[in-house]
């Protein structure tokens, strides 16, 4: 079975960083765009950010650009979401999700899911 299993989350201070991971198993890593969402109390879940299967191409929500950056470890089947300038609207739970096209990511919704890790950015 596919399973994508997200880590790093945590409390932060805002204006501090944080850097979260996704490990996935039960697929072939570098044939899948990977990609992140957060769905903060009382809101829709929204997207975050993607990257394309050789991780030559990313793509951002314009609420985080300049401050988080996506990257991926295919030899590790890991993918990234460096988090910097966190702000309390950043707080969320923040899903890892996969899908064999960019488009799964940016455009429809995602084949494969994580369960999530919270984020918790305090003023």
């Known amino acids: 079975q596919v399973q994508l299993v997200e880590s790093g989350g945590g409390w932060v201070q805002a204006e501090g960083s944080l850097r979260l991971s996704c490990a996935a198993s039960g697929l072939i890593f570098s044939n899948y765009a990977m990609g992140w969402f957060r769905q903060a109390p009382g809101k829709e879940r929204e997207f975050v950010a993607a990257?394309?299967?050789?991780?030559?191409?990313?793509y951002y929500a314009d609420s985080v650009k300049g401050r988080f950056t996506i990257s991926r470890d295919n030899a590790k089947n890991t993918v990234y979401l460096q988090m910097k300038t966190l702000k309390p609207d950043d707080t969320a739970v923040y899903y890892c999700a996969a899908d064999a096209s960019i488009f799964g990511l940016t455009s429809t919704r995602p084949h494969y899911w994580g369960q999530g890790t919270q984020v918790t950015v305090s003023s």
């Open positions: 990257i394309t299967s050789r991780g030559g191409i990313t």
